[in-house]
Every structure is written in C-alpha cells, then in structure tokens.
C-alpha cells in the first residue's frame, strides 16, 4: 500500500502488503506546517475575558472582546448604547432617539456584532473498518465565538448607526421575502404540473356516458 500525502498527493513511501493498490492517507511535513501556519491566522483573539485596541475602516478606535454571557451577544441587527440593547428597525427608531436624548453624555459607548468565527470539521478520508461499528454522533458543541465590537461616538453618530443597521435589516427582510414568495410560487406550480400529468386528471370528461 502506497501512503500518499492527502494534499499534495506526493508518494511519502510504501507498507506491506505491497501488492495491494489502496493508498492510505497522511500529510507530509510541508503540508503539516502549511496547515499549522494557517491555522494559526485563526487563532481566536482576542480570547474570552480579554480586550483587543482595533482601527475601523472609517478611522475610529474602537475595542474588540468576546462575550461571555447571553446578556452580552449581540445579533447582527442590534446595538447596546450605554448598556442599553436595541433592535435596529425603523419602528424602534423614534424609542432610540428619545433614549439618546435623555443620556446625559454627549459622547456615549455603543457596541455592535463585530465578526464571528465558528469551526469547520473537514472530513476523513481514512479507509474504515468493515468490523467498526456505526459511531454514535454526540450533540455538537457550539464552537463559534462572537466579537463585539465598542467604541464611543457622539450620540448623532449612533443616529447614524442605528439608520443605517436598521436600512440593512429592511433589506435582508425583503431578500428573505422575496425568496419566499419564489419558492411557494415554484412549489405551486410544481404542484399544478404533477396534477395535470396525473391518471386522474380529466377522469370526470373520460367517464361522460354515451347517449
């Protein structure tokens, strides 16, 4: 049996029995540090309990961190001003104007989901035993981690945030809804298709008795 590098596909060397054509699979060194070096770009940071100094695009500081309580996560539609949680849509709009009013700062904390990492299992490619029994999935973990992201602006900035969070969700909802209705439309039709292309269909002309 040749064992082959799953990668690369280079012939790493051979084992008994040498007649048989199979090939196992295993990583050769160069591979190996590729894939540590790349796995190594994704190493959560910063880690939970931990604060990270970011540049946003728009040239203002803000401060990475993780999360670690429910309380704490936020959605892609939602911002936490001064501690406060709100969902980004054009009915909450006059609800958060009049909660930035009433805040006495005119500079005030506002964090928003920044990114997220989660982890992709890739699949085996070993040769399994006939004799192995099935493996039992175990429920799987959650193994994403959600960055939030916190900067402090003035309020009429978080205006801007909020509308512009709020434009974004508005869309999404008509994406989704759009899709929706193309997919009940084409269902519908599908169904209309088969009931035409059925026996039965037209069974009640077919079954007029002659005069």
């Known amino acids: 049996m040749k064992i082959t590098c799953s990668d690369c596909k280079t012939t790493l060397g051979e084992q008994t029995p040498f007649d048989d054509p199979f090939k196992i699979y295993a990583r050769c060194v160069s591979c190996l540090a590729k894939q540590k070096e790349k796995a190594s770009r994704f190493t959560p940071e910063p880690k939970p309990g931990q604060k990270k100094e970011i540049t946003l695009e728009n040239g203002m500081k803000g401060v990475l961190w993780v999360p670690e309580s429910k309380e704490e996560k936020l959605s892609l539609g939602e911002l936490a001003v001064s501690g406060k949680r709100c969902f980004c849509s054009k009915y909450e709009r006059v609800k958060c104007q009049n909660y930035l009013a009433g805040l006495k700062d005119e500079d005030v904390d506002v964090s928003f989901l920044h990114s997220m990492t989660c982890k992709i299992e890739t699949s085996s490619k070993s040769r399994k035993k006939k004799q192995d029994p099935p493996k039992i999935e175990e429920p799987k973990k959650d193994d994403s981690i959600n960055y939030n992201c916190t900067i402090r602006a003035p309020k009429h900035y978080v205006q801007l945030i909020f509308d512009d969070?709020?434009?974004r969700m508005d869309r999404v909802l008509e994406i989704l809804a759009e899709?929706?209705?193309?997919?009940?439309?084409?269902?519908?039709?599908k169904a209309n298709t088969n009931d035409a292309l059925s026996p039965m269909s037209g069974s009640k002309e077919l079954g007029n008795p002659i005069s």
């Open 179 to 189: 899709a929706s209705l193309k997919a009940c439309k084409e269902d519908r039709q």
């Open 165 to 167: 969070m709020a434009e």
